[in-house]
């Protein structure tokens, strides 16, 4: 493969300048802040601050309700991550059978990633509203009485089915593509071997799916535990005290409506170093099951 040679030895960092500074700008930069600003108690209003070391992170991880949203967030993240991913292999190995229609069929499947999360969750909250919610008049008919916006659980159940819903059409888009890329040649020599479809799904067509999945799973893992905030936000919405939030909406309720500046600051810091820990996890022992040729 012939190497590209440049002009000057300087023109390959001017090209990486402005991705660099938009890092640095929107990621490191606000990640120093908020380690700075978790050794800190600061006035929400800017006049001063008093340093308080590690209490801010004594008292988030020795508060219950802190020790209960962290539990909720894993229940709700595992939940999200392997309903929609799961539900979009399966309708991407349908939709991959398909030979009439297909293309309708694959673009109604599609459209819903278009949405943004807070109509996504505005949508939710209309298909889970107590008056003319039609999920909720489904419920009523296995004697169900479904409160969302009142009920813990229920109200848990409604984000996890609106999450879910909203990352399928993104799992069903690449695993598609995986499908289509697999070769006719390999696909016919397991027909010959194996006549049951889910043992060459399981034998064949996963294997060749692994790389696929595994960004899928770093995807919608992240997905769960931050994208998700537009959806939370909306359906919990000046209800959040009864109702079950993820860590990264207690950051933001802790911040911007309790003016908790330090404390929120140390959570945020807790929930990155988690999320470091989590995909050093993955790419160390999850990859290694990985196969790329």
Known sequence: MKRVQFSSPFLPYLFLAPQMAIIFVFFYWPSI???????YLEDPFGFGSTFVGLSNY??????????SIARFTVVFTALVTFLSLGIGMLLAVKADAVLKGS?????????????APPVAGLMG???????????????ALFGWDMKVGLNYNDTAIAMIIVSVW????YNFIFILSGLQNIPASVREAATIDCRSGFRR???????????????????????????TFGIIDVMVKDKAANNPITLVYKVYMDGFRGNDLG?????????MIVVFVLTVFQFRFIERRVHYN
């Open 201 to 227: 799904f399981w034998t064949m067509t996963l294997p060749l799916l692994a790389p696929t999945a595994f960004f899928l799973l770093i995807i919608n893992m992240t997905y769960a535990l931050f994208d």
């Open 263 to 271: 404390g929120s600051s140390a959570q945020s810091v807790i929930l």
């Open 166 to 169: 909203k990352q399928i059409p």
């Open 33 to 39: 802040q908020a380690i700075q600003s978790s050794f």
């Open 58 to 67: 004594s008292d988030a991880l020795g508060s219950v309700q802190y020790q």
């Open 125 to 139: 909250m209309m298909f889970f509203d107590q008056h003319i919610g039609p999920l909720v008049k489904f419920a």
């Open 103 to 115: 293309s309708a069929y694959k673009t109604l499947l599609i459209w819903v990633y278009a949405i």
